[in-house]
């Protein structure tokens, strides 16, 4: 039998460590599936606080390979993946010791996406980008100091860097300003996600109850009669429309972008929509999801115990024609999900 790449989520890696009741190791085996991580994989470790060693002993003992999308010389996913051989406590102290964790606003971008979901419902979208724009600052400031310790710098090129420093940041506010004041210019309204359902008629009540194959399309076809005729277009809605600011460069965007865009959308428009987004502790973990989803596209199988994900990934694949198969881990067992959707006893 062929050997494949089955990337795990974090619910299966749990389920597994806790004495794998649903039998995810004698499936890898009987199906010749070689299991995969990610920094994405670490990231969730890591904020499994106190159980970040049963995780990376259970890596260690399943054989787990480090899967790691390439990036091109401008920094940008190239839209391939290398599977590498790395002992996953290596692999987490290295991430420990060189990613730079994300500012709780994320610039101002994670903050308002946290208040279309309902959540800091108690600031105002002018104190959400304010303080994004802060913390960029204080990142270039610190990189700054970093190159002025380090003694790489001459004296003109330390004067360019901070003129430039202070003029993005200046761009920045300027920009963050204008679109505040756009915002919050609707006072007090409700969750971004609340007045789209409202203005559409869609949300989770209709979307799930949609049927496979082609959900993208099934619910493209119901936004389309909502707005006006030539102005909007599957691909721009979905925000993975070649030309568009994500796909600017050269090769445009990479598959693996577009299966978080759609994914993404599908979240935000209501189908199969994780719960509790306004808190911060379930933003970052539907965040993940997204990711795992992204990165599962370099493999041969999902596996999940995570409905939410199965669906919203199935939904991406069968969209942009990605052959990974989802196989959903329901509590007498795995179920494989072809590409029309339908689970079935394995």
Same mark, same amino acid.
């Given at each position: 039998m062929t050997t494949r790449l089955a990337y795990l989520d974090h619910n299966v890696l749990d389920c597994m460590s806790k004495g794998d009741p649903d039998g995810i190791s004698s499936l890898l085996r009987s199906e010749s599936l070689i299991p995969v991580f990610s920094q994405e994989t670490l990231q969730e470790i890591r904020r499994s606080s106190g159980h970040e060693d049963s995780f990376l002993k259970l890596l260690e003992r399943i054989d787990a390979l480090y899967l790691v999308p390439l990036l091109d010389e401008r920094g940008h996913y190239s839209g391939e993946a290398e599977v590498r051989r790395a002992h996953p406590l290596d692999a987490y102290n290295d991430?420990?010791?060189?990613?730079?964790?994300?500012?709780?606003? *994320?610039? *101002? #971008?994670? *903050?308002?996406?946290q208040k279309f979901y309902g959540g800091r419902m108690q600031e105002s979208f002018d104190q959400i980008l304010s303080g994004g724009a802060e913390e960029l600052r204080k990142?270039?400031?610190?990189?700054?100091?970093? $190159?002025?310790?380090?003694?790489? $710098?001459?004296?003109? &090129?330390?004067?360019? #860097?901070?003129?430039g420093i202070a003029a993005a940041c &200046?761009?920045?506010? &300027?920009?963050?300003?204008?679109?505040?004041?756009l915002l919050d210019s609707g006072g007090n309204s409700p969750?971004?996600?609340?007045?789209?359902?409202?203005?559409?008629?869609? *949300?989770?009540?209709?979307l799930n109850n949609l049927r496979p194959p082609d959900i993208v399309r099934q619910i493209w076809a119901m936004i389309e009669t909502k707005i006006p005729v030539g102005q909007l277009d599957l691909e721009t809605f979905f925000n993975i429309k070649s030309g568009t600011a994500r796909a600017s460069n050269d090769r445009g965007m990479s598959l693996l972008e577009k299966v978080?865009?759609? =994914?993404?959308?599908?979240?935000?428009?209501? =189908? =199969?929509?994780?719960?509790?987004?306004?808190?911060?502790?379930?933003?970052?973990?539907?965040?993940?999801? $997204?990711?795992?989803a992204g990165l599962a596209s370099f493999c041969h199988v999902l596996i999940s115990r995570d409905d939410r994900l199965a669906m919203k990934a199935a939904a991406a694949y069968d969209y942009l024609n990605v052959g990974t198969q989802i196989m959903y881990c329901r509590a007498n067992g795995p179920h494989a999900e072809g590409r029309d959707g339908d689970a079935d006893d394995r």
């Amino acid at each position: 039998m062929t050997t494949r790449l089955a990337y795990l989520d974090h619910n299966v890696l749990d389920c597994m460590s806790k004495g794998d009741p649903d039998g995810i190791s004698s499936l890898l085996r009987s199906e010749s599936l070689i299991p995969v991580f990610s920094q994405e994989t670490l990231q969730e470790i890591r904020r499994s606080s106190g159980h970040e060693d049963s995780f990376l002993k259970l890596l260690e003992r399943i054989d787990a390979l480090y899967l790691v999308p390439l990036l091109d010389e401008r920094g940008h996913y190239s839209g391939e993946a290398e599977v590498r051989r790395a002992h996953p406590l290596d692999a987490y102290n290295d991430l420990l010791a060189n990613v730079t964790p994300m500012p709780e606003l *994320g610039f *101002g #971008l994670t *903050g308002i996406l946290q208040k279309f979901y309902g959540g800091r419902m108690q600031e105002s979208f002018d104190q959400i980008l304010s303080g994004g724009a802060e913390e960029l600052r204080k990142l270039l400031d610190e990189a700054h100091r970093e $190159l002025r310790r380090s003694g790489d $710098l001459n004296e003109l &090129d330390r004067q360019l #860097l901070e003129t430039g420093i202070a003029a993005a940041c &200046d761009a920045v506010e &300027d920009q963050s300003a204008g679109l505040a004041t756009l915002l919050d210019s609707g006072g007090n309204s409700p969750a971004a996600v609340k007045q789209f359902e409202e203005a559409m008629g869609l *949300g989770p009540k209709v979307l799930n109850n949609l049927r496979p194959p082609d959900i993208v399309r099934q619910i493209w076809a119901m936004i389309e009669t909502k707005i006006p005729v030539g102005q909007l277009d599957l691909e721009t809605f979905f925000n993975i429309k070649s030309g568009t600011a994500r796909a600017s460069n050269d090769r445009g965007m990479s598959l693996l972008e577009k299966v978080n865009a759609v =994914y993404h959308q599908l979240n935000f428009m209501g =189908y =199969y929509r994780d719960s509790k987004m306004h808190k911060q502790r379930r933003f970052a973990a539907s965040f993940s999801d $997204l990711t795992h989803a992204g990165l599962a596209s370099f493999c041969h199988v999902l596996i999940s115990r995570d409905d939410r994900l199965a669906m919203k990934a199935a939904a991406a694949y069968d969209y942009l024609n990605v052959g990974t198969q989802i196989m959903y881990c329901r509590a007498n067992g795995p179920h494989a999900e072809g590409r029309d959707g339908d689970a079935d006893d394995r």
